[in-house]
């Protein structure tokens, strides 16, 4: 690659010159995916009824599938979600090393409310329904509901970027994620840090009036629901970058987009493989909520529903998504299934943070 060249040029002569030091920077995408078995979410689906009833398989698949020795014990989990990062590591030309991570973290439990009758740390039951099923005794109870409403639109204050070394515990406790990467060198290399460093001072955390990373969490980036405020929205925050208007949404696969496109590097993960837009009616989705159950009866071996309960639910949600917003989201599922894996740049990565 042209970074690596340029590195292995770097203090060698040529007809006895000696090669003067340049600057490097190579900047990665790095995705990794919920469970391989639970599959992708299809968000282009003509339903969400059909979308709820998949929402709940990757679910089901996810807890049932991922073995507690290999989540806890040995590192080795897949992410719930799915997850993108991206991460610059610069050399300059006096050898000064330094290393930027933008890895977008928030609560999991954005739409999600828990059983009052069960305890489950970081969950409320403020919207959890008071009608049947989910107050019906059950062997297998209801964990938890997902209103699609905000699973879908809202927003919470819960982001934050990972410190580099929250994002290497990350590399070191989840299964092996795909890389991409661009190599840089010299006045580019110089340029590109420059407006990664900018990025990173606006989004810094003491910078309250931005609405969008690190703050603020959630799927959609065309709106701000806050939950708090759900039917009072938003318009997301942008900045300037080099005379470029350019916004870095909440979400760890948006703040990811945003940034490439800000730096003019979306071509490194190709828009098509992973940015969804859906029109949807916020009304319909008001009245789609789900059960959330571990039970090992809800899906048969090809994913269809089983639970007559589960399937009575699931009734209940609309057929078609109606019209009136518009969602843009990035999911990075998507991406990890369009970047080939390759062990050379995975043993490089690991190699940049010092992982054995």
């Given at each position: ?37 639970a599959g992708k979410l299809p968000w282009d689906s003509s339903s969400p009824r059909y979308l709820a009833e998949r929402f709940l398989h990757v679910i089901w698949r996810y ?165 708090d405020q759900f039917d009072k929205p938003l318009t997301p925050s942008s900045f300037l970058l080099d005379e470029k208007r350019i916004m870095v949404p909440g979400g760890c696969g948006n703040a990811v987009h945003g940034i490439l496109e800000g730096i003019g590097l979306a071509g490194l993960v190709p828009e ?85």
């Amino acid at each position: 690659m042209g970074g690596a060249s340029a590195s292995l040029l770097a203090g060698s002569t040529v007809s006895g010159m000696a090669t003067p030091p340049t600057s490097e920077l190579s900047i990665y995408v790095v995705a990794w995916c919920t469970s391989e078995k639970a599959g992708k979410l299809p968000w282009d689906s003509s339903s969400p009824r059909y979308l709820a009833e998949r929402f709940l398989h990757v679910i089901w698949r996810y807890f049932n599938d991922t073995d507690p020795v290999d989540m806890v014990l040995k590192g080795n989990a897949p992410h719930i979600v799915g997850h993108a990062s991206l991460v610059a590591v610069f050399t300059s030309k006096q050898g000064r090393k330094e290393t930027i991570v933008f890895s977008h973290t928030g609560a999991l439990n954005l739409g999600v409310y828990r059983n009052p009758k069960i305890a489950i740390t970081g969950l409320s039951d403020k919207r959890y329904p008071t009608t049947s099923p989910y107050t019906s005794p059950s062997a297998s109870p209801i964990l938890a509901c997902a209103r699609l409403d905000e699973v879908f639109a809202g927003h919470n204050r819960s982001g934050r970027w990972e410190t580099n070394s929250e994002f290497l515990q990350r590399v070191k406790s989840h299964y092996k994620p795909n890389i991409r990467k661009v190599a840089l060198s010299g006045w580019k290399a110089d340029d590109m840090f420059d407006k990664l460093q900018a990025i990173r001072e606006i989004t810094k955390p003491s910078n309250k009036s931005l609405l969008g990373a690190p703050a603020i969490y959630g799927l959609n980036t065309t709106s701000i629901r806050l939950v708090d405020q759900f039917d009072k929205p938003l318009t997301p925050s942008s900045f300037l970058l080099d005379e470029k208007r350019i916004m870095v949404p909440g979400g760890c696969g948006n703040a990811v987009h945003g940034i490439l496109e800000g730096i003019g590097l979306a071509g490194l993960v190709p828009e098509n493989k992973a940015v969804f837009r859906k029109n949807f009616s916020i009304d319909l989705l008001k009245t789609a909520v789900l059960p959330i159950m571990l039970n090992q009866a809800l899906f048969d071996a090809n994913g269809k529903v089983k639970s007559k309960m589960l399937s009575a639910e699931l009734e209940k949600i609309s057929d078609h998504w109606g019209s009136g917003e518009t969602a843009i989201f990035t999911d990075p599922n998507y991406w990890h299934a369009a970047i080939r894996p390759n062990e050379y740049l995975w043993r490089e990565f690991r190699t940049a943070f010092g992982i054995r």
